[in-house]
């Protein structure tokens, strides 16, 4: 077990809706990445958060969001929710030192997403 | 621009014979290398990592990469499979300046079978 904790495991939701996931980090961690991964594929890099502000993007649109808290959990908001949207959302923590981009990542179980 | 590219999508080796998942990679920067296994239904889990240290790099449940510059390459290598490292095993590329997001690319994922 990594201690990275996200809920929920499965959700179910209709094009247009919103959505928001969760993540625990694992304690003492201070970074969280988010990814998506589809089906058949790797993960994608959704975006990084590092003591709160986003610390890096990948190439999402504006409707996929998130938020890091002062206890350094996270949620990732996706709006607007289109079918192609249907994923398994992993949230992975690190410790991060100066922005190093070198720490081990250590990933949730991911909350699988679909889209109807 | 920095990319990784796993060779092969699909690898079967028998119970005990050497296993060999190929991973060649781009990048501007010195790179962070790293392999990590899905199991189904689980998260991402870390094998091994490469950070400029030693170029020859052992990881977790008898895993090694080595990192060859001439050739762009990490391959990842067991000398004999075992029954349960049939999982989805995928490369992993991270790098750029410090001030930037961190850039992390996955590959597209080797799913290793192992034959009785």
């Known amino acids: 077990e990594t201690g990275v904790t996200q809920s929920p495991t499965h959700l179910i939701k209709t094009r247009g809706q919103q959505v928001t996931l969760r993540c625990s980090s694992q304690?003492?961690?201070?970074?969280v990445s988010w990814y998506q991964q589809a089906l058949g594929q790797g993960p994608q890099f959704i975006f990084q958060?590092?003591?709160?502000?986003?610390?890096g993007r990948g190439n999402f649109p504006p409707r996929f969001s998130g938020l890091q808290f002062p206890n350094y959990s996270s949620e990732l908001n996706v709006n607007a929710l289109e079918l192609d949207d249907s994923a398994l959302y992993l949230c992975a923590s690190s410790s991060l030192k100066d922005r190093e981009v070198k720490n081990i990542q250590y990933f949730g179980a991911g909350t699988r997403l679909s889209v109807l | 621009a920095q990319s990784v590219t796993q060779l092969d999508s699909h690898v079967s080796v028998s119970e005990g014979t050497p296993v060999l998942l190929r991973c060649n990679y781009s990048s501007s920067y010195s790179p962070s290398l790293f392999w990590y296994v899905q199991h189904p239904n689980k998260g991402l889990q870390l094998l091994l990592k490469y950070t400029s240290a030693a170029t020859l790099v052992k990881g977790i449940n008898g895993f090694e990469a080595e990192f060859k510059k001439s050739e762009t390459s990490f391959h990842l290598t067991k000398p004999s499979a075992h029954m349960s490292d049939a999982a989805e095993y995928f490369c992993v590329v991270s790098s750029g300046p410090y001030s930037s997001a961190s850039k992390i690319i996955f590959g597209s994922g080797t799913r290793l079978s192992i034959r009785p």
């Open positions: 958060y590092y003591r709160e502000e986003e610390n």
């Open positions: 304690s003492g961690h201070n970074t």
